[in-house]
């Protein structure tokens, strides 16, 4: 079943066409879409659009490049009644990202303190309620797992936008984490990425667009949208040699194991 398991459907960017982009989705055969939070408001909007639309279920949680929007943990009780919501399949995106500036009031020790405390109390969640974690990283991979691994014999994450090697992902994917790829695999200059895409097993991966983000060939530049997950999911196949309908089986089947209801 072909999935887009990360979009930003509650993004600006679609805010005027929803529903037509929510159209080519379907004509693209796309028949499941991850949506994605990325803040307390964020994940409200999320899960309005997941009420919407059938092929629509949701994440929640809280950003790190978002972590000084809450203050305290008041928001654990906060994100765990929207994690009651029927079309919830899991928590995220949360992580750590050291790319951007920290924001006003915060210095660079204490900007990582914070993205470290609001992701830990989001793995306390997620584990309490028998769901797995969308996991963003950037430029913060070591320090990321270093805090995700202690936690897998209780959950499961996902290590969205993978652009590692094979040599970061294997480690993980044996310890029943998974990588996911978005349509950097299809530049030019993402050898590094095909590589990993043909090395990984079946089963260990997953496809993404991060739309509006990153559109994978022949798109690159343009705004992402579920649809385009169609192209990542060709070139994939072609990368790792297998026909595009049982890369597609085999990635939705994985996204589905991946991203179930809580009993
Ligand atoms: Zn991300
Ligand atoms: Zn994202």
Redesign the pocket.
Same mark, same amino acid.
């Given at each position: 079943m072909l999935t887009d398991t %990360?979009a %930003?459907l509650a993004s600006r960017q679609f805010a005027n066409d929803l529903p037509e982009i929510i159209e080519r989705a379907r004509a693209a055969g796309v028949k499941r879409i991850i949506c994605?939070g990325?803040t307390l408001e964020d994940s409200k909007r999320v899960l309005e659009i997941a009420d919407m639309y059938p092929e629509v279920e949701a994440t929640v949680g809280i %950003?790190p490049c978002d972590a000084d929007t809450v203050k305290g943990d008041g928001f654990v009780e906060e994100l765990k009644d929207l994690a009651r919501h029927p079309k919830v399949v899991g928590i995220g995106?949360i992580g750590l990202d050291y790319y951007h500036q920290p924001p006003e009031g915060f210095t660079l020790d204490s900007w990582k303190e914070q993205q470290a405390f609001v992701l830990e109390r989001q793995l306390e969640l997620a584990a309490g309620l028998k769901l797995n974690v969308?996991l963003?990283n950037r430029e913060s991979f070591e320090d990321l797992v270093a805090q995700v691994l202690p936690w897998s014999d209780r959950l499961r994450g996902v290590f %969205?936008?993978f652009t590692g090697g094979s040599e970061q992902a294997l480690p993980l994917i044996e310890r029943g984490h998974l990588v996911s790829f978005t349509g950097i695999v299809t530049f030019k200059n993402g050898q590094v990425i095909q590589e990993c895409a043909r090395a990984v097993p079946s089963g260990g991966f997953m496809l993404e667009t991060?739309c509006p983000?990153l559109a994978p060939m022949p798109f690159r530049g343009k705004r992402n949208e579920p649809a385009y997950v169609a192209n990542t999911a060709e070139f994939v196949a072609s990368l790792r040699g297998v026909r595009l309908e049982d890369l597609v089986s085999e990635t939705g089947a994985t996204a589905a194991a991946f991203f179930r209801k809580p009993a």
């Open positions: %990360h %930003h994605i990325t %950003h995106e969308v963003h %969205h936008c991060d983000y």
